[in-house]
């Protein structure tokens, strides 16, 4: 079945350009094909991938931008994992938080699970619950200029952008998976352990 | 130290643990802490739409080198046992401060089943519970709490009594 904002680009793709010269943002993928696509566009410290905890990715974003505010934190997730937690997206822009953005992967479908249609692929609008929630700057990509134009605004802006993605499989990239090595690592890496 | 109210001296032992970020929901039970992190500039006091979201930001917090707390009520504990194995797997610390309904003098049969699960709950998900009675343990319990999560890096809940905090009065 088409749906009238079925989305045609490549997850792969898209994330490997958000992500290409990370420099020193904190990343945080939501459960599933989020986690894969960042783990495939390069591992590294500061990435910290969900691998459960569905629905939590833009909370931890948030705990971590007030934490580091001299940081930026991008939440890079799909729908299925933002609808879930989707007062989440009204908790964060009620927070104040400036150096947040969230960028999600939307291909109106359940990836993980055969592919059913999400809220988003039947006529939800996560873009919209953003601008509802008080999100300032909200926007929808729908191509690859887009795509780079947004990989410097996610960055340093606190933005909400919907990314129109395929909805085919792509091959899985398994990142690591063990939750207190890479909550270790990430703490490591941004010099807050006591030892 | 000696603080007028219990309140005052659970405030007090989380600013001494070093917490900088409170995520809570609206409760009566917790109105002075939720007011005095507000009150606060050193403080982040972080409104809630669903308790879960606390247990994600205090990972957040935590991976980003900060310490935080959530205030929640027992009716919000069943809402969070999946989130939960979020610091349990990542060996991150948590602590929470339940105030609890449904046992002490309640008039509200929707609180019952909630507040009865809350302790077995809880320590089936993982969690360390303690349960405070009295107001002159409160402090000392939270402190200790505080260290027992952050310091060996586990979740850690205080339970806070109805029969301390007051039944709620409906009829006034």
Not at chain 1, 30 to 42: E, K, P, Q, R, V
Not at chain 1, 79 to 108: F, H, P, R, W, Y
Not at chain 2, 13 to 39: F, N, R, S
């Amino acid at each position: 079945m088409t749906r009238s904002n079925d989305g045609t680009l490549d997850r792969r793709v898209v994330v490997a350009e958000l992500l290409r010269e990370p420099g020193d943002l904190l990343v945080v993928t939501g459960l599933g094909s989020s986690t894969y696509d960042a783990g495939a566009a390069g591992d590294r410290p500061l990435n910290f991938y969900l691998w459960g905890a569905m629905g939590g990715a833009a909370m931890i974003g948030l705990g971590i931008a007030l934490a580091q505010p001299d940081k930026h934190v991008l939440v890079l997730t799909g729908d299925g994992e933002q609808l879930m937690g989707m007062g989440a997206l009204a908790t964060v822009a009620a927070s104040g938080a400036k150096n947040i953005s969230i960028a999600v992967l939307d291909n109106g479908r359940f990836g993980e699970t055969g592919a059913q249609f999400s809220h988003t692929g039947l006529g939800a609008d996560l873009a919209a619950v953003a601008s509802a929630c008080g999100w300032q700057t909200v926007i929808i990509a729908r191509d690859m200029d887009a795509v780079g134009l947004l990989r410097t605004r996610l960055r340093q802006e606190n933005m909400f952008a919907v990314l129109r993605i395929a909805a085919d499989e792509k091959p899985r990239h398994l990142p690591p998976r063990d939750g207190a090595y890479l909550a270790d690592r990430f703490r490591r890496a941004l010099g807050v352990t006591a030892d | 130290m000696q603080h007028a109210t219990w309140q005052e001296g659970v405030y007090a032992a989380l600013k001494t643990a070093g917490i900088t970020q409170i995520g809570y929901v609206p409760d009566a039970g917790h109105k002075y802490l939720i007011e005095a992190a507000h009150a606060d500039p050193a403080m982040k006091a972080i409104v809630l739409t669903t308790e879960e979201e606390g247990i994600a930001l205090a990972a957040g917090a935590w991976l980003g080198g900060a310490r935080c707390a959530l205030l929640m009520q027992s009716s919000g504990v069943g809402n969070c046992i999946n989130m939960l194995s979020l610091p349990i797997n990542c060996r991150m610390p948590f602590l929470t401060l339940v105030t609890m309904r449904g046992e002490w003098g309640e008039f509200n049969p929707w609180q019952v089943p909630m507040g009865s699960a809350t302790q077995p709950v809880l320590t089936a998900a993982g969690v360390h519970v303690r349960r405070a009675e009295r107001p002159d343990e409160v402090a000392e319990m939270v402190a200790a709490s505080a260290t027992l999560a952050f310091d060996t890096q586990i979740p850690v809940a205080v339970l806070l009594s109805q029969r301390l905090i007051g039944a709620k009065v409906w009829v006034k």
